[in-house]
């Protein structure tokens, strides 16, 4: 009787648990919680209505973890950021943060102040343990350009915005937080003892030579920016390895121990990534939403990653397919009104306005700029001014009075003559370039619903109907 109870009780349980799955993707369960917190942030007025799209995007993030997305280190640094944020909106009391933020710094205030502490900023280009060579090479010619242009005075924290992979700091220069020094990493410990040797040799050599004659002369004010450069680029690493990948270092200050408030970012941080005591005071249902908002939060990164690589991307489309695209559905984009392709062009007198169509006739509209460019130098702005591409009637004073013969406008003062250049489209577009925009976002959705198609045929997708039926329209049981 005790066995039997057992085995009906197991049972019991694993059809509840059943229950509860209102969908499987390639036998991955997704639990009515799940589909029920989505649910209820749609837009949707039904479940059923809702089902589709929740299926395609379970899809992209199953696919997206089958492709390692989540494993690669660009996309779990930029995850951990977002989710400290998160977790600071649910776990973080102000009062009780910063309290918490005091006491974290007091119980290490002694070894704090014991440390010679570092102030410094970082261009890092990070590479994977299993880069291949071709990939280290075009790494390190990247960082060796962006060296130069700082021996040669580029600024530093425009070229770690520009270039850096570290999305915590690249928006302010590459500063990083005060840290230790016995903190960092070999490899930037000899890169800032070289900076360090460097920066001493200096200061022994101002002191060495004050007082001397021929530095008492005073030098004009640009004869001392040179000088100021170099002292810069001295604080500046060449590139170096770690395990990471290639790194160059500014050095920015050196001291003796750190004050609360160089610490309070730091410790702020850590409270975000590894919670604190606030989590204890959440009920059930807050933890629940939380898990969820997390998982929300990480799936919808992957589904975005993937979103962008495979369909927005490259690989995605070329010019031919979308002139296909353009011909099997050309009469989609037929006009109610009439359009003109061309350009409007504004010069100074005829006799410039001769020169022009001459050079321009029978070249495309997409080179008219270049053309215009090359035949008047640099200052071209001031000479003429041309305005390109596929105008509706209505849209354009020039091209209304000019080509549609309507309306009116007045001359411009500086290039008073203006004239016209194209071609009427009197029975809607002729390529694809000319609703360009239109097609590009057909194509795409196309694009997606084959690949969609494609994935279903890889992931195999049940539906538990039964359990669907018991999510009511506002989400609950």
Known sequence: MVGILSLLLVFALEMRAQGEVVLSIDGEPVKRSEFEYYFR????????????????????VRYAHDMGIDTLSVFRRQVDWYRGKLLRTYLADAEKEEQAARRLYLQGEQRLQANDWIKIAHISKYLSQNASRQEEMRVRQQMDSVYEALREGADFATLARRYSDDEACKNVGGVLPWMPVNKNMQEWIVAMLVISVLLVLRDMAKVFFR???????????????????????????????????????????????????????????????????????????????????????????????LSQKYQSGDEAWNEDDLERFFKQHKSDYAWELPHYRGAVIHCKD???????????????????????????????????????????????????KLVFKCGSF?????LPYTFVMGKKLKKGP?????????????????????????LKRKYKVEINQEVLKTVNNNGSN
């Open 410 to 414: 007045q001359p411009e003062p500086d």
């Open 350 to 400: 005829r006799k410039t306005a001769s020169a022009i169509k001459k050079q321009l006739k029978k070249k495309p509209v997409s080179q008219w700029k270049d053309i215009l460019h090359t035949l008047t130098g640099d200052d071209a702005s001031s000479k003429v001014r041309m305005e390109a591409g596929v105008f509706q009637i209505g849209t354009n004073r020039y091209i209304d």
């Open 41 to 60: 942030k749609s837009s949707h007025r039904t479940p059923l209505s809702f089902l589709p799209s929740f299926i395609n995007y379970k899809l992209k």
């Open 430 to 454: 002729e390529s694809y370039e000319d609703v360009r925009e239109a097609v590009v976002k057909d194509y795409l959705t196309v694009y997606e619903d084959a690949w969609l198609k494609d």
């Open 211 to 305: 007082g001397r004659s021929f530095l008492k002369a005073e030098q004009p004010a640009e004869e001392k920016n040179p000088q100021k450069e170099k002292v810069e680029r001295n604080k500046i690493s060449a590139p170096f390895y770690s395990p990471m990948g290639i790194h160059i270092v500014k050095w920015i200050d050196r001291r003796q121990g750190v004050s609360f408030e160089e610490k309070r970012e730091q410790l702020l941080n850590y409270l975000e990534k590894n919670g604190n005591c606030t989590w204890k005071e959440l009920s059930a249902e807050q933890k629940e939403e939380l898990e969820f908002r997390v998982q929300e939060l990480q799936d919808g990164l992957l589904a975005a990653y």
